[in-house]
């Protein structure tokens, strides 16, 4: 596509259950990255896909938070046993990525609430 | 460590007024880019500028403008005559050269958020 997109936009969930969140990056880019912002805070880093290398996962907040990149392209973010505290929304960015720096082009974020 | 400091957490100015988003960082390399991205209220970050660490030109873009000094570490987003559309989030992020491969990420400020009233 033309963007990164996202889906859903919106998810409100119930505390305890599992949430799945998705992107799908501009074709062509290695590069993935999920990032989280809280009400009027920054981006908190949570994790990094650079084609078939291991996955920088470094900012992940818990064990419940877990993302895979399928075939190089599209990403999935799970979350299990969602609180409240996830609540947030969550960007996906994608980038050509390789040895120099490469701008990331963002999506427009899944929103989610959990009740 | 690598690290990005945007001091100002909000601004105010009002309409047609110049103001300056600060940015100071800190990388133990010599190789590097520096980014701006502006973050309307849709929420979606929009790319500004991407410069790398051997041009340390001045760059202006209509009324924008970047003030990059390696001396001081800074790069500096100034908009002159500013307009109410300015108003948004902006980031300044650092994304080192030397961590190409696994572990390569851009290295993200807190942002400024900058109200333009009419």
């Given at each position: 596509g033309a963007g990164v997109s996202q889906s859903p936009s919106n998810k409100v969930t119930e505390k305890g259950k599992d949430v799945e969140l998705r992107c799908d990056p501009i074709s062509g880019h290695t590069a993935l990255y999920w990032y989280r912002q809280s009400l009027g805070q920054g981006l908190e880093f949570l994790i990094y896909f650079q084609g078939?290398?291991?996955?920088?996962?470094?900012?992940?907040?818990?064990?419940?938070f877990s993302a895979e990149r399928t075939g190089g392209s599209v990403s999935t973010l799970t979350i299990q046993r969602?609180?409240?505290?996830?609540?947030a929304v969550y960007l996906c960015a994608s980038s050509l990525g390789g040895p120099f720096g490469a701008e990331a082009f963002f999506g427009q974020g899944t929103r989610l609430t959990v009740v | 460590a690598q690290k990005v400091t945007q001091a100002q957490t909000e601004i105010s100015v009002v309409e047609k007024e110049d103001v300056t988003l600060d940015c100071v960082y800190e990388t133990r390399d010599t190789t590097y880019y520096l980014f701006w991205y502006k973050q309307p209220p849709s929420g979606e970050l929009v790319f500004l500028i991407r410069r790398n660490s051997f041009d340390e030109q001045n760059e202006i873009s209509g009324r924008y403008s970047w003030n990059f000094q390696k001396s001081t570490s800074s790069f500096n987003f100034t908009i002159t005559a500013?307009?109410?559309?300015?108003s948004a989030v902006y980031f300044c992020a650092l994304s080192e050269?030397?961590?190409?491969?696994?572990?390569r990420k851009l290295i993200w400020g807190l942002g400024t958020s900058l109200a333009v009233n009419p």
């Amino acid at each position: 596509g033309a963007g990164v997109s996202q889906s859903p936009s919106n998810k409100v969930t119930e505390k305890g259950k599992d949430v799945e969140l998705r992107c799908d990056p501009i074709s062509g880019h290695t590069a993935l990255y999920w990032y989280r912002q809280s009400l009027g805070q920054g981006l908190e880093f949570l994790i990094y896909f650079q084609g078939n290398s291991a996955p920088d996962k470094s900012g992940l907040p818990s064990d419940r938070f877990s993302a895979e990149r399928t075939g190089g392209s599209v990403s999935t973010l799970t979350i299990q046993r969602t609180q409240q505290e996830d609540s947030a929304v969550y960007l996906c960015a994608s980038s050509l990525g390789g040895p120099f720096g490469a701008e990331a082009f963002f999506g427009q974020g899944t929103r989610l609430t959990v009740v | 460590a690598q690290k990005v400091t945007q001091a100002q957490t909000e601004i105010s100015v009002v309409e047609k007024e110049d103001v300056t988003l600060d940015c100071v960082y800190e990388t133990r390399d010599t190789t590097y880019y520096l980014f701006w991205y502006k973050q309307p209220p849709s929420g979606e970050l929009v790319f500004l500028i991407r410069r790398n660490s051997f041009d340390e030109q001045n760059e202006i873009s209509g009324r924008y403008s970047w003030n990059f000094q390696k001396s001081t570490s800074s790069f500096n987003f100034t908009i002159t005559a500013s307009q109410v559309v300015d108003s948004a989030v902006y980031f300044c992020a650092l994304s080192e050269a030397r961590n190409a491969g696994n572990n390569r990420k851009l290295i993200w400020g807190l942002g400024t958020s900058l109200a333009v009233n009419p």
